[in-house]
C-alpha cells in the first residue's frame, strides 16, 4: 500500500460526458502528479500541483484540468469524453525537493471507460 | 527532449532463470535513473533508483548500475521467482525543456512473466 488513495476504481461513461477523478496523496507529500496510461500511449505525465499550486504540464489536453486543494487532496477533471480518453489514470504523489531524485508514490489508479 | 527505450517485451522465464531488461535513455542534463514495477491490477512502485553515474540500485535481489558511457540502466536479476511476474518501466528524471522542473519519462513497459 503506497498511501496514496484514488477513487473511484472503475467509471464507465458515454462520449461527450464529464467525469471527475480524485486523489489523496501520502501524508506529508506536497506534491501531487497526474498521469494517463494507454496501451498505445503507454505512461503520459499530464499535471503536477505543488502545494496548491500549478507546477509542471505535460501531454495534458485542454479538455482536461486538474486543482489541488488545501488539504493537498487533488482532482482531474475531464470533459467532452472521447472513445480514445479511455485509459487507466494514476495519481503519484512525492515529498518534492526539487532535485529530480525523490520518489514518486502510485495510487491504484482509476480505470475510465468511454462508450 | 527525454527519451527511455526499454527492450519490447513480453519476457517469459522458467523460475529461477536469470533476467535482463535493457533500458537506454537520452537525456539533455544528468538525470536520475529508476525502475518502477507494476503488478497485475496495482500502481506503479518504485523498484531500485540510481541518482549518479555508476551508482548502483539494488532491491529484492534486482539490480541496475546507471552507465553514463552507454547512456544504459539495465535491470538484471540472478534467479527470478513466479512473484516476479509484472510490467517493468524504466524511467528517467530530468529537468523539463523549461529548465525549472523534473519530470519523470518512461519507458513503454516490458511484461514479465515467470513460469513455474
Known amino acids: 500500500d503506497s498511501g496514496v488513495t484514488q477513487t473511484p476504481k472503475h467509471l464507465i461513461t458515454a462520449t461527450g460526458q464529464r467525469v471527475t477523478l480524485r486523489c489523496s496523496p501520502r501524508?506529508?507529500?506536497?506534491?501531487v502528479y497526474w498521469y494517463q496510461q494507454s496501451l498505445d500511449q503507454g505512461l503520459q505525465f499530464l499535471i503536477q500541483?505543488?502545494?496548491?499550486?500549478?507546477?509542471a504540464k505535460g501531454n495534458i489536453l485542454e479538455r482536461f484540468s486538474a486543482q489541488q486543494f488545501p488539504d493537498l487532496h487533488s482532482e482531474l477533471n475531464l470533459s467532452s469524453l472521447e472513445l480514445g480518453d479511455s485509459a487507466l489514470y494514476f495519481c503519484?504523489?512525492?515529498?518534492?525537493?526539487?532535485?529530480?531524485?525523490?520518489?514518486?508514490?502510485f495510487g491504484p489508479g482509476t480505470r475510465l471507460l468511454v462508450l | 527532449g527525454n527519451s527511455v527505450t526499454q527492450m519490447e517485451g513480453p519476457v517469459t522465464l522458467s523460475e529461477e532463470a536469470f533476467l535482463t531488461i535493457n533500458c537506454t535513455y537520452t537525456?539533455?542534463?544528468?538525470?536520475?535513473l529508476f525502475w518502477y514495477v507494476q503488478y497485475p491490477g496495482e500502481g506503479l512502485q518504485l523498484l531500485l533508483k540510481?541518482?549518479?553515474?555508476?551508482d548502483k540500485g539494488s532491491n529484492k535481489g534486482f539490480e541496475a548500475t546507471y552507465r553514463k558511457e552507454t547512456t544504459s540502466f539495465h535491470l538484471e536479476k540472478g534467479s527470478v521467482q513466479v512473484s516476479d511476474s509484472a510490467v517493468y518501466f524504466c524511467?528517467?528524471?530530468?529537468?523539463?525543456?523549461?529548465?525549472?522542473?523534473?519530470?519523470?519519462?518512461f519507458g513503454k513497459g516490458t511484461l514479465l512473466t515467470v513460469n513455474p
Open positions: 501524508s506529508g507529500d506536497l506534491s
Open positions: 524511467a528517467l528524471s530530468d529537468l523539463d525543456s523549461g529548465g525549472s522542473n523534473y519530470k519523470l519519462t
Open positions: 540510481a541518482t549518479k553515474a555508476d
Open positions: 500541483y505543488y502545494n496548491g499550486e500549478e507546477r
Open positions: 537525456a539533455t542534463g544528468y538525470p536520475s
Open positions: 503519484a504523489s512525492s515529498a518534492y525537493t526539487g532535485t529530480g531524485m525523490e520518489t514518486q508514490y
